[in-house]
Nanobody, 122 residues
C-alpha cells in the first residue's frame, strides 16, 4: 500500500520558519506531480504549491516569495520550506502526490497524506 507521511509541522512564531517533509513509500512505480495543500478552519482546501517531476513549480499568490517547494526524487520526498510565516498561514497542511503504483497497474492516481498542523502564533 502506498502511503504519504508528512512531518515537520508544529507551533512557530510569526516571522519564523518551518520545513515540512512528505515521504512516499510503498509499491511505487513513478511519482509525477507532488504538492502541498492547506485547509484552515471553516475554509476549503487550497493549493499551496506544486512541483513536477522535472522541477517546475507553481505557488499560490499568498505564499510566493515566502515558501519554496522542492523534491528529492531518489527519496520520493517533497519538501515545503516556509519562511516569514504569518498567522494566516495557520492550517492543516496536506501532502499530495500523483503517482503510478503497481498495486493498481496502469494509470496515475492521487494520494494524500493525513495532514500536519501548522500553527503560527505568538
Amino acid at each position: 500500500q502506498v502511503q504519504l507521511v508528512e512531518s515537520g509541522g508544529g507551533l512557530v512564531q510569526p516571522g519564523g520558519s518551518l520545513r515540512l517533509s512528505c515521504a512516499a513509500s510503498g509499491n511505487i512505480k513513478s511519482i509525477y506531480n507532488m504538492g502541498w495543500y492547506r485547509q484552515a478552519p471553516g475554509k476549503q482546501r487550497d493549493l499551496v504549491a506544486r512541483i513536477t517531476r522535472s522541477g517546475r513549480t507553481n505557488y499560490a499568490d499568498s505564499v510566493k516569495g515566502r515558501f519554496t517547494i522542492s523534491r528529492d526524487n531518489a527519496k520520493n520526498t517533497v519538501y515545503l520550506q516556509m519562511n516569514s510565516l504569518k498567522p494566516e498561514d495557520t492550517a492543516v497542511y496536506y501532502c499530495n502526490a500523483d503517482l503510478a503504483s503497481a498495486d493498481y497497474g496502469l494509470g496515475i492516481m492521487g494520494y494524500w497524506g493525513k495532514g500536519t498542523l501548522v500553527t503560527v502564533s505568538s
